[in-house]
């Protein structure tokens, strides 16, 4: 079993509708959460952390955290082409582990 | 204030050979991880040093070895390279390593091994 696993996708959606993006992890010590944005091409970007169980919103990004379930999800609401990457989920405990990530592709 | 900074950006070797990539961190973080990336096995923890010291060390062979000076910068080293090193390298500082930072990261080096 993988320390971080997501929905392998790719995932596309048409402009202006949500975008779910899932991700488990194994380790039960995990305190902090992060999801991160890569265009292709480009390191990865920072988009939001999450570290207690709920949802936390920054602007059209929800991250939503259940340690007991050990999953965090991103949703993406009124998904733009520009939203258009592959989606990382990281997961820290002693140290951070990423997901293979997740592609995402909004459609105009 | 200046980003995560990686030079070079590309670098060509051949099998057998050794590299040196560099990372110079945010001003004030003083945790600099390194992170291996193909397109099989995804973003791959290689180490991480915070006060010139080795704090964690991901599942790569001995080959991989780095160090970090006291102005935080860091280097990586990989020895007797192998095709399958062919990767995208990536550096990542933080404040200071603990786990609810976040790590950012830098334009990374793209390593090709003829």
Same mark, same amino acid.
């Given at each position: 079993?993988?320390?971080?696993?997501?929905?392998?996708?790719?995932?596309?959606?048409?402009?202006?509708?949500?975008?779910?993006?899932?991700?488990?992890?194994?380790?039960?010590?995990?305190?902090?959460?992060?999801?991160?944005?890569?265009?292709?091409?480009?390191?990865?970007?920072?988009?939001?952390?999450?570290?207690?169980?709920?949802?936390?919103?920054?602007?059209?990004?929800?991250?939503?955290?259940?340690?007991?379930?050990?999953?965090?999800?991103?949703?993406?609401?009124?998904?733009?082409?520009?939203?258009?990457?592959?989606?990382?989920?990281?997961?820290?405990?002693?140290?951070?582990?990423?997901?293979?990530?997740?592609?995402?592709?909004?459609?105009? | 204030?200046?980003?995560? /900074? +990686?030079?070079?950006?590309?670098?060509?070797?051949? #099998?057998?050979?050794?590299?040196?990539? !560099?990372? *110079?961190?945010?001003?004030?973080?003083?945790?600099?991880?390194?992170?291996?990336?193909?397109?099989?096995?995804?973003?791959?923890?290689?180490?991480?040093?915070?006060?010139? /010291? +080795?704090?964690?060390?991901?599942?790569?062979?001995? #080959?991989?070895?780095?160090?970090?000076? !006291?102005? *935080?910068?860091?280097?990586?080293?990989?020895?007797?390279?192998?095709?399958?090193?062919?990767?995208?390298?990536?550096?990542?500082?933080?404040?200071?390593?603990?786990?609810?930072?976040?790590?950012?990261?830098?334009?990374?080096?793209?390593?090709?091994?003829?």
């Amino acid at each position: 079993q993988k320390e971080v696993e997501q929905n392998s996708g790719p995932l596309s959606v048409p402009e202006g509708a949500i975008a779910s993006l899932n991700c488990t992890y194994s380790d039960r010590g995990s305190q902090s959460f992060f999801w991160y944005r890569q265009y292709s091409g480009k390191s990865p970007e920072l988009i939001m952390s999450i570290y207690s169980n709920g949802d936390k919103e920054d602007g059209r990004f929800t991250a939503q955290l259940n340690k007991a379930s050990q999953y965090v999800s991103l949703l993406i609401r009124d998904s733009q082409p520009s939203d258009s990457a592959t989606y990382l989920c990281a997961v820290s405990n002693n140290d951070m582990r990423f997901g293979a990530g997740t592609r995402l592709t909004v459609k105009p | 204030k200046a980003g995560v /900074t +990686q030079t070079p950006r590309y670098l060509i070797k051949t #099998r057998g050979q050794q590299v040196t990539l !560099s990372c *110079s961190p945010i001003s004030g973080h003083r945790s600099v991880s390194w992170y291996q990336q193909t397109p099989g096995q995804g973003l791959q923890f290689l180490f991480e040093y915070f006060s010139e /010291t +080795q704090r964690n060390k991901g599942n790569f062979p001995g #080959r991989f070895s780095g160090r970090q000076f !006291s102005n *935080s910068r860091s280097e990586m080293n990989v020895s007797t390279l192998e095709l399958g090193d062919s990767a995208l390298y990536l550096c990542a500082s933080s404040h200071d390593g603990q786990p609810n930072q976040p790590q950012h990261f830098g334009d990374g080096t793209r390593l090709s091994i003829l």
